[in-house]
DNA sequence: GCTTGACCTTCCTATCATGGGAAGGTGTAG
DNA sequence: CTACACCTTCCCATGATAGGAAGGTCAAGC
């Protein structure tokens, strides 16, 4: 299997592919003779690995330690889910941030006209610094 | 006032002041003779908005399109409101995209039993795709 | 066999916002 | 006069991803 058939079926691009190897997140595949990359379906496993933890928001490098976790089968479960439940709760900070930022953005709109005026608190406010 | 007191008046560090400055987001300031940026109070005042559009999650262009309303006195409040109100759909939906990872990889680690043995449902359903 | 087009390789560049640091000039207090 | 804090510009790094250029490879069709 060649690059493209491998981002193909795992959902990474090729480029990313090529990303993580060079980083060092994945092991560097075979080469054909000609120096073609050649995965095989156990590669692709990995990188559908990858492209999970990534869409649950792990970075790169949590991504890592997963996977070292996830190769390691000696490793106790308590370990996963400290750092599951760790990540958890960065993702659900960053959630209230944002949720934050738009719940003080909406107030100050909601006390804006919108209409053709120009006098408008949500300039005001941001303006007038807190 | 030199560049480090007006970011310390700011609240914007020296190294930003400077970028915003570059890219083209705020006005050169004066110069002293000697070539140091010199700020005036309506600077600081420009500055600080700068920040707080920054801190409610506008991105360094966004802002710039603040500043440009924020100047213009004959805009109407419409169009102000308008861009906040995108500004905040966008954020709650990143907040609501971070939310799902979370409450998706808490609800994979209440499946695992947390203790010494190593099976582990979290590492299981990542590595099985979805 | 030869051409064409799809694929692969490496290498460089960009993004966005921010920080770090080097090398060198300035300003001020003791 | 010296020390030290500050300023200047310039370059580099981050994290994850995409785009593209220049060149090699492979398979299908003529």
């Known amino acids: 299997m060649n690059i493209g058939q491998a981002a193909e079926a795992s959902g990474v691009s090729a480029k990313m592919i090529r990303y993580y190897e060079q980083i060092g997140l994945i092991e560097?595949?075979?080469?054909s003779q000609s120096g073609y990359r050649v995965y095989a379906e156990q590669n692709v496993h990995t990188l559908r690995f990858v492209r999970r933890a990534r869409s649950l928001g792990f970075s790169v490098e949590e991504t890592g330690a997963l996977l070292a976790l996830w190769r390691d089968r000696s490793r106790a479960s308590a370990d996963v889910k400290a750092l599951?439940?760790?990540h958890v709760a960065e993702l659900e900070e960053k959630?209230?941030?944002l949720q934050a930022m738009a719940t003080t953005l909406r107030h100050l709109a909601s006390h804006c006209h919108g209409d053709r005026?120009?006098?408008c608190p949500i300039l005001d406010e941001i303006g007038a610094g807190s």
Chains 1, 2 share one sequence.
């Open 117 to 119: 005026r120009p006098d």
């Open 28 to 31: 560097p595949p075979a080469r």
């Open 84 to 86: 599951a439940l760790k």
């Open 95 to 97: 959630a209230a941030a």
